[in-house]
């Protein structure tokens, strides 16, 4: 049941969103390899942005040197080189557009070719004597953070064979005549270098370190998400193993009471008769529920979920918890509109009874159930006048073990809820009315009920 405490609060709302993820009893569940994929995704998105910085720093860079210090550059050449790394970003783009995940691998060739693209323009500037060569600090660092062990000792590979090779094969600068500062250029291009390289490692590395962050986030819900569907597959199994087992005095408390009813001596007082009515609705409600308990659990004495419409579905299910709750005044206002052929489901029309209890069980003089249609969905609105949730409940909508009461099994009528819908692809929003009570809403896709057209209403 959902519980309830008597503090009202002001109108705040929990909302529980459909999960994304797949859970399976009894299967393997893989919680890190989604979460490490969308993770590289957004530090490949994050490369391509250090890449667009890079080109335009060279570019500057290459401008600054050539026209204002007047040293030669091969600038065709090195036009050549960021050219093909704006076309790399591109391709990179249109990559990320139509790739939902991204593997170490292609992290691993990423940060290759941009060494690949720095060793050529070092080539082309002085080799190792270019005092930008810290810039292999900042792919290696990338590295370290961003792929697995082996990716990362290829990339420190890869880097020191190409700086060795820069020691012996490269363009030497023509610096102009009468330069004769060359020690003091060296010591302020390896200060630019030093201050780019702590720049773009502080920004960048906040930046991967808020991915891994949100990673660590999505991996937790992950493992509550499996954690709570172990505990629907237990619940599943003592409930269908209890059905079994209550079959058997269900059935003889029927026969038991029909041979009652036929008996002189009770047919004839009409206060016995009356008690023994009341006894025969009581057993034929617990008799629904375990046959609907073995529907769910694909165990069904009978014909499984029937075709019906919304009318027809809410207008019985109205009809029976009234039946069941003849204390409670249950008003019902449907609003959906033109009637849709649906498909009766027995795990939904228990949520439906689970909210309309717990309401039942706080405003017993005054339910209300309202059906809606909001484009393609089937609203589901449960009011009363009851005290409302808790703040704490409120916070933690979903959970199980959620209730203020301390009663040993309870809050767990609206964990049970959050998930037949989210099962659904629906969405359990609980808030606290403006002015008194609280309101349960649940939205539920009718693509997921629906089995035909509209009918005539």
Known sequence: MLERTSDLHDANATAVMPSAVRAAAGMPF????????????????????????????????????????????????????IFGLVALNLVSLLWLRYRADINNRELLVA???????LTALLYLSGGATNPFTSLYLLQVTLGAVLL?????????????MNFAWLTSYYRPLELPQGFAEAFNLYIAGTFIGLVLDAVLLVVF???????????????????????????????????????????????????????WRRMPALASDPELSQ??????????????????ILLSAGEARGEGSSPTT??????????????????????????????????????????????????AEVSRDWIELMAERNADKLVLSVTDR???????????????????????????GLFLVVNVVRKLGGVVTARNRPDIGAAVRLELPLSTLAIGDHLDG
């Open 30 to 81: 893989d919680l890190a390899a989604p979460a490490d994929l969308a993770t590289n995704r957004k530090n490949m998105a994050l490369l391509v942005q250090l890449r667009w910085i890079a080109v335009i720093g060279q570019i500057a860079t290459i401008g600054f040197v050539q026209f204002w210090m007047d040293v030669a550059l091969p600038l065709l050449p090195m036009a050549a080189v």
């Open 111 to 117: 940060l290759a070719l941009d060494v690949a693209a």
């Open 148 to 160: 697995d062990a082996p990716s990362t000792w290829s990339l420190v590979a890869l880097v020191c």
């Open 205 to 259: 590395m906040t930046r991967i370190n808020r991915n891994l962050r949100d990673r660590d986030l999505r991996l937790a819900a992950l493992r509550q998400h499996a954690a709570e569907q172990d505990h629907i597959v237990q619940m599943g199994l003592l409930a269908s193993g209890a059905a079994h087992e209550l079959g058997t005095p269900l059935a003889s408390l029927s026969v038991i009471l029909g041979d």
């Open 275 to 292: 008690d023994l009515g009341e006894m025969e609705i009581s057993v034929q409600r617990c008799k629904s529920i375990v046959t609907g």
């Open 310 to 359: 919304v009318a027809a579905f809410l207008t019985a299910l109205v009809e029976e918890w009234r039946t069941t709750r003849p204390s409670a005044t249950l008003y019902f206002r449907n609003a959906f509109g033109a009637d849709l052929a649906i498909v009766s489901d027995i795990a939904l029309k228990q949520a439906i009874f689970n909210v309309l209890d717990n309401a």
């Open 386 to 412: 009851g005290p409302g949730f808790s703040r704490e409940m409120l916070a933690h909508v979903g959970k199980p073990y959620q209730s203020t009461k301390g009663s040993s099994g309870s809050g767990l």
